[in-house]
T-cell receptor, first 113, second 117 residues
Framework: GENVEQHPSTLSVQEGDSAVIKCTYSDSASNYFPWYKQELGKRPQLIIDIRSNVGEKKDQRIAVTLNKTAKHFSLHITETQPEDSAVYFCAATRRTAGNKLTFGGGTRVLVKP | GAVVSQHPSWVICKSGTSVKIECRSLDFQATTMFWYRQFPKKSLMLMATSNEGSKATYEQGVEKDKFLINHASLTLSTLTVTSAHPEDSSFYIC?????????????FGPGTRLTVL
């Protein structure tokens, strides 16, 4: 089955700096890669996703890049703000696997004012 | 649109009792729902895939007789933790796919925090 590795496990940045989280996946057939933000005790919220036919996607301060050859994808947050502090999870899935999401281990991001 | 609710949001029960958690898609039909558990400071681990009108598919290592899943309608799936023990204490989250969208996105419920005394 799919295996998703996520790094780093914790990330502390100064407000206004950029944050980068990296994930690798094992199943070359995976074709959908969402990123979720989860605040303590809350549900995961989709912040951005990318499909395998696209190399990069951007939404305001958030961007995701995908390298299918290397089987890794990254989340980039620019101009970080204190409200960006949360746990971020990457995930991977493919339609032929019943769309089951395999999550990375999570990255705890702390944005220091 | 695409709202998923869970009930209860939290529950405390005694060891040996059973607890039922409901997951509802409020404004769309979900032929497939997923159940996850999440331990403190850990990632989400898929427990099972719930399919409307058929038996759930459990992930390896998940006891199907302990975690009973029923998906009786296109908007409701239930997870029953039978004979709960303290080690079952966790955050249980469901998600659902909107079949009409025809894509991969899953919408998550708010989660249910189970504490077994």
């Amino acid at each position: 089955g799919e295996n998703v590795e996520q790094h780093p496990s914790t990330l502390s940045v100064q407000e206004g700096d950029s944050a980068v989280i990296k994930c690798t996946y094992s199943d070359s057939a995976s074709n959908y890669f969402p990123w979720y933000k989860q605040e303590l005790g809350k549900r995961p919220q989709l912040i951005i996703d990318i499909r395998s036919n696209v190399g990069e996607k951007k939404d305001q301060r958030i961007a995701v890049t995908l390298n299918k050859t290397a089987k890794h994808f990254s989340l980039h947050i620019t101009e970080t703000q204190p409200e960006d502090s949360a746990v971020y999870f990457c995930a991977a899935t493919r339609r032929t696997a019943g769309n089951k999401l395999t999550f990375g281990g999570g990255t705890r991001v702390l944005v220091k004012p | 649109g695409a709202v998923v609710s869970q009930h209860p949001s939290w529950v405390i029960c005694k060891s040996g009792t059973s607890v039922k958690i409901e997951c509802r898609s409020l404004d769309f039909q979900a032929t497939t729902m997923f159940w996850y558990r999440q331990f403190p400071k850990k990632s989400l681990m898929l427990m099972a895939t719930s399919n409307e009108g058929s038996k759930a598919t459990y992930e390896q290592g998940v006891e199907k007789d302990k975690f009973l899943i029923n998906h009786a309608s296109l908007t409701l799936s239930t997870l029953t933790v039978t004979s709960a023990h303290p080690e079952d204490s966790s955050f249980y989250i469901c998600s659902a796919r909107d079949l009409s969208l025809g894509d991969n996105e899953q919408f998550f419920g708010p989660g249910t925090r189970l504490t077994v005394l």
